[in-house]
């Protein structure tokens, strides 16, 4: 095809999702370190004699060589899978548990709906991606926590995340009493719209903990707190995403809350 | 774009499994030149499928009456009962002659990117099905990757406080595979070597 290089370009990404296609072939959908959002066709993994196949299950971390060209589709296709090794594989550690399992598929979708256009590098996002499979996986903190923490430092990056120190509305600094999806956060009591929520202080400070990174704090916030931050971090995620996220609702945060 | 039929029949075939436009076309040309009564076998067995073909009513494997073959087959034991993802698993555990008990048809696995949860699949009509106590061991025998393993460990959560032993099948079938692409040989040591959950 004129204008078209097929080349091999190499990067390190974590897979985001796995589609079935055709026979034994399988698309990629990967967040790489360099290249942004990709998708690729991996040949042959599900016939029980590639080696590739496990390598390139959701949620690892992978080293990879790709076919095609990396700095377009026109005309291209799909890129290929050329070589992949195994640098972490993540998904491994959440198989036998079930809640964890679910929170990854909850950060794959979102990394996917965070970085709608395909080849646009965003390394701030891999990183904070790849970091919350790693904690995810490392399970020091409860994965519904991990989730939320992602999710609000996500839509950070995009830059819609919840106002939550000052008012959304006229920037007042402090501690608001008032949570309103609508106006972007934490409203003061001159500018709180009707229809405002109004979460227990507790659930503010665990919002303000998990954007900042503050796990001794996280870690200590009681169930009720943390229901109420994942129920607000979820509506003002929804509100800003044009579809709603499919495994949002599916995550199992039955056993979050007793596993640490 | 062709005219009328023909582009008719491409646009069908495109939206099966699998099948490109370049395929769909390619198809649509055989039937196209092919011999009358071929095609209208296939056209025959096309509605057929449709028209015969259901889930059976206790394990919601393919049957063409109530039940299908394997749960009205008196031979068989309800002591042992194999839990996969698709009619197609099935065929492929039947094909190593190692399983004597009966089966529970999931109709997929637990996928929450696809938006497919538990309540999507039949997994309380297998609780409906254990709580007769019949059943002495339930065997996952869902897909070796992520989204099977995902969906056994779900079902394994739920099924362990009533007292059934469950056991998964053995290492040996490769991570990210079908089950399906298993040999018989891989398949039926998997079984044999099959290990508590
Ligand atoms: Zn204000
Ligand atoms: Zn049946």
Redesign the pocket.
Known sequence: MPGYRRQLYRDDAVVLRVQKLGESDRIITLLSRRHGRLRAVARGVRRTTSRFGARLEPFGHVDLQIAGDPNGNIGGGLHTVSQVEAIQLYGKRFLDDYPRYTAACAIAETAERLSPIEREPSQRLFLLTLGALRALAAREHAGTLVLDAYLLRGMGIAGWAPALAE?A??G?RGLHKAFSVPAGGA??P??RPPGSAHPAPATLDLMIALSAGDWTVADAAEPGARRECSGLVAAHLQWHLERGLRSLPLVDRTTGEEQK | MYEGAIQDLIDELGRLPGVGPKSAQRIAFHILSADPADVTRLATVLNRVKDQVRFCTTCFNVAESEQCRICRDPRRTNEFLCVVEEPKDVVAIERTGEFRGRYHVLGGAINPLEGIGPDNLRVRELMARLGSGEVKELILATDPNTEGEATATYVALLVKPMGIDVTRLASGLPVGGDLEYADEITLGRAFEGRRAV
């Open positions: 008012c509305v006229c007042t409203v003061c001159d500018c």
